[in-house]
């Protein structure tokens, strides 16, 4: 076992870095000692950010995004389009959503998709509290954004039949070739998709 060649406190941020996504040993070794070498700059101002975010952060009980308010910055502007509702599967397909600036609408966060396999079923992620929304907020469209994989789409699926009651006109993410993509740099999953979608010219 090689011997320890920092202090405890910089061997606990390197190893509280490595769980960071992307970040494996190596970059954890080499972001810890970059914040260390900066330490005036950066280590002391992230770890001001870090409690503050540590101490305001909420879920917002309206659609499940994270904000500092609740209800967050996204429910609480007046010029979004209230008669649509976006679902999505986590916080960060709804910030992705945002930056492309695609739809101005208002979201809800799955917080998961179905996976019998793992033992994830309809009261494990946030689809009843959808189906109220859709139901009092008088919803004239349910656009999915889920992820195009087996459980998103069997997610995608179970919603579809759920809100087939509410009478709202149920959407979903075309799928297909990217803005920019090469058909010979394309998985058959998507070429065949992109087929199967085609829309005139």
Same mark, same amino acid.
């Given at each position: 076992?090689?011997?320890?060649?920092?202090?405890?406190?910089?061997?606990?941020?390197?190893?509280?870095?490595?769980?960071?996504?992307?970040?494996?040993?190596?970059?954890?070794?080499?972001?810890?000692?970059?914040?260390?070498?900066?330490?005036?700059?950066?280590?002391?101002?992230?770890?001001?950010?870090?409690?503050?975010?540590?101490?305001?952060?909420?879920?917002?009980?309206?659609?499940?995004?994270?904000?500092?308010?609740?209800?967050?910055?996204?429910?609480?502007?007046?010029?979004?389009?209230?008669?649509?509702?976006?679902?999505?599967?986590?916080?960060?397909?709804?910030?992705? /959503?945002?930056?492309? %600036? =695609?739809?101005?609408? !208002?979201?809800?966060?799955?917080?998961? +998709?179905?996976?019998? #396999? $793992?033992?994830?079923?309809?009261?494990?992620?946030?689809?009843?509290?959808?189906?109220?929304?859709?139901?009092?907020?008088?919803?004239?469209?349910?656009?999915?954004?889920?992820?195009?994989?087996?459980?998103?789409?069997?997610?995608?699926?179970?919603?579809?039949?759920? /809100?087939?009651?509410? %009478? =709202?006109?149920?959407? !979903?993410?075309?799928?297909?070739?990217? +803005?920019?993509?090469? #058909? $010979?740099?394309?998985?058959?999953?998507?070429?065949?998709?992109?087929?199967?979608?085609?829309?005139?010219?």
């Amino acid at each position: 076992m090689p011997e320890r060649i920092a202090g405890p406190e910089i061997e606990r941020l390197i190893q509280l870095l490595a769980r960071l996504p992307g970040l494996g040993p190596r970059s954890a070794r080499r972001a810890a000692l970059h914040l260390i070498r900066k330490r005036n700059e950066l280590l002391g101002p992230l770890a001001d950010a870090m409690q503050v975010a540590r101490e305001r952060i909420v879920v917002c009980s309206s659609c499940g995004n994270i904000d500092t308010s609740d209800p967050c910055t996204v429910c609480s502007d007046a010029r979004r389009d209230t008669s649509a509702i976006v679902v999505v599967e986590t916080v960060a397909d709804l910030w992705a /959503l945002e930056r492309a %600036g =695609a739809i101005n609408a !208002r979201y809800h966060v799955l917080g998961g +998709v179905l996976s019998p #396999l $793992d033992g994830v079923g309809p009261d494990d992620i946030n689809i009843a509290s959808l189906v109220g929304r859709v139901v009092e907020g008088a919803i004239s469209e349910v656009i999915l954004a889920v992820n195009a994989t087996v459980d998103g789409q069997t997610t995608a699926h179970y919603i579809t039949d759920v /809100l087939a009651h509410t %009478g =709202a006109r149920i959407t !979903r993410l075309a799928h297909g070739v990217p +803005v920019g993509g090469e #058909l $010979d740099y394309l998985d058959e999953g998507t070429l065949a998709a992109a087929m199967r979608q085609r829309t005139p010219f």
